[in-house]
């Protein structure tokens, strides 16, 4: 089937389409605003773009359920249902195609209408913020173009690899929805095409400059004033797509494309270690690797100092800091710590730790000792993952999950027992207190982008 039906019509795209009927309506819905007027009023137009940055999908998305690497102890999880035979179309965890076609949607309606927005009554200002949001406009595009292709590609039944249709204008109402497939590799192209202009046209970070520093290129066509530079591309916009999270996605896009599941792809392995050192170029290679990035969700110091946007050495790409937060804990803490402990690692994960000089556990030169498995381990098992025995939490709690466990800690002691023996620590502050009766909560933040992420990737395809 090389056609595929979008089902939808937006509300948004609805709410548009049906504007011109606005008279028929005594009074004026006055608390609803038409796309119009965002041209006099920047801050409703930016907050086109701030709805879909609310829908970047999740960094923590779960997935693992749906590998061999986690199960949930959660009975009404969607990734269980499905590896369970119930992977439906009205139960499809992995599905991008509501969320990303909406965003992408958005985002057309914004670079239709963009160059009509008064942005500011300085001339210089106003092309920059004109530039910035077109540049974060394309680079979100992408971004939600590579959810889409990597959730809704595949093999056609007659072996041609195929991709999604290409939404590069807003669909209207009086839009034909039965739109046709682009091939995979004309999708991989449009991707990458957006990126080159917001490569091009975003800093590479957004940071201030100093009152007597040149502004940087491009940026100096528009305007000689770091005052000017630094209101819109200064460090006020941290936490916005840059420049160097637009050279990440690539790196996520070139690897997917040049991957083993889309052999018939043009895009080689070349072209994904390409793009994977264009982003650790900026930090100079492995020099820049960050010695504590493996536990970079429970740096406490780091973590509860984190202000006005500024990175962890580790983090390419992240979300605000939700302080004073304890979702994770609650999700995931075993029993004894107050935690429903929902992410189960399986044995399987557990045995592809190598021990501590390299070997796997199955070469008799790592020295692995059944009778005493996690010692000698590569360390980040104990970062990752509670294990029988670990001792976690506030007060250092010794946890115990085997069948004879005589806590709700134990194998399938009860709903929020473990499924598996072990339970996840990645993502957990262990100093989070999760106790009732004084419940106390942590700094937390969400990666987009990490670089480990991009060494790995930088190491497969370099392999390759």
């Known amino acids: 089937m090389k056609k595929l039906y979008i089902s939808m019509i937006l509300s948004l795209g609805a709410a548009m389409g049906f ?9 004026a819905q006055e608390n609803l605003k038409d796309v119009d007027q965002m041209y006099d009023d920047s801050k409703f137009a930016q907050g086109f773009l701030v709805n879909v940055y609310r829908n970047i999908p999740a960094y923590y998305d779960n997935t693992e359920y749906a590998t061999d690497d986690a199960v949930t102890n959660e009975t009404e ?32 309606l914004f670079l239709e209408n963009v160059d009509k927005v008064n942005w500011a009554d300085d001339p210089e200002t106003a092309e920059l913020f004109r530039l910035r949001t077109i540049a974060e406009a394309r680079g979100l595009r992408a971004l939600f173009m590579f959810y889409l292709l990597r959730s809704h590609s595949g093999i056609t039944a007659d072996g041609q690899l195929t991709g999604v249709p290409i939404l590069d204008h807003y669909l209207t109402v009086d839009d034909d929805f039965n739109m046709p497939r682009a091939s995979f590799d004309d999708c991989v192209k449009f991707i990458l ?26 940026f100096d066509k528009i305007t000689s004033k770091p005052g000017t530079y630094n209101r819109v591309m200064g460090h006020y916009s941290r936490l916005l797509i840059n420049g160097l999270a637009c050279r990440a996605i690539r790196s996520r896009v070139t690897l997917l494309a040049a991957s083993p599941a ?9 072209d994904a270690a390409n793009a994977a050192a264009k982003v ?45 937060n304890s979702d994770e804990e609650a999700a995931n803490f075993p029993p004894s710590l107050y935690g429903n402990g929902r992410m189960n690692p399986t044995q399987n994960l557990v045995d592809a ?14 020295k692995y000792d059944a009778a005493n498995p996690y010692a000698g381990r590569d360390p980040r098992l104990a970062h990752y993952i509670i294990y029988n025995g670990a001792a976690e939490g506030v007060n250092n709690t010794p946890i115990y999950t085997g069948s004879d466990a005589t806590t709700a800690d134990g194998l399938n002691k009860r709903e929020t027992s473990t499924r598996t023996g072990y339970y996840m620590k990645k993502r957990l502050r262990m100093d989070v207190n999760m106790d009732p009766s004084m419940k106390q909560g942590k700094n937390h933040f969400k990666p987009r982008f990490r670089y480990t992420e991009i060494f790995l990737n930088y190491a497969e395809a370099a392999n390759e």
């Not at 095409?193 to 491009?218: H, K, R």
Request: overall charge negative; hydrophobic content about 30%; proline content about 7%.
């Open 77 to 108: 999880n969607a990734f269980r249902k499905m590896t369970s035979g119930s992977w439906t179309s009205a139960n499809d965890p992995t599905s991008q195609w509501v969320n990303s076609l909406n965003s992408v949607q958005n985002l057309n």
């Open 353 to 366: 730790f190598p021990m501590a000089n390299g070997y796997p556990i199955s070469d008799l030169r790592g």
């Open 19 to 27: 504007t011109s009927c606005d008279d028929l309506f005594e009074p």
């Open 280 to 324: 650790l170029d900026h930090i100079g290679g492995p020099a820049g690797i960050d010695a504590n990035g493996v536990t970079y969700y429970c740096n406490t110091s780091e973590l509860d100092n984190l202000a006005d946007g500024v990175n962890p050495k580790e983090i390419i790409w992240r979300e605000s800091v939700n302080k004073s």
């Open 262 to 270: 889309y052999e018939a792809s043009a895009t080689t392995w070349t």
């Open 193 to 218: 095409e957006d990126l080159d202009f917001a490569q091009e046209n975003l800093p590479m970070e957004y940071e201030s400059i100093g009152t007597d520093d040149p502004v940087p290129a491009p």
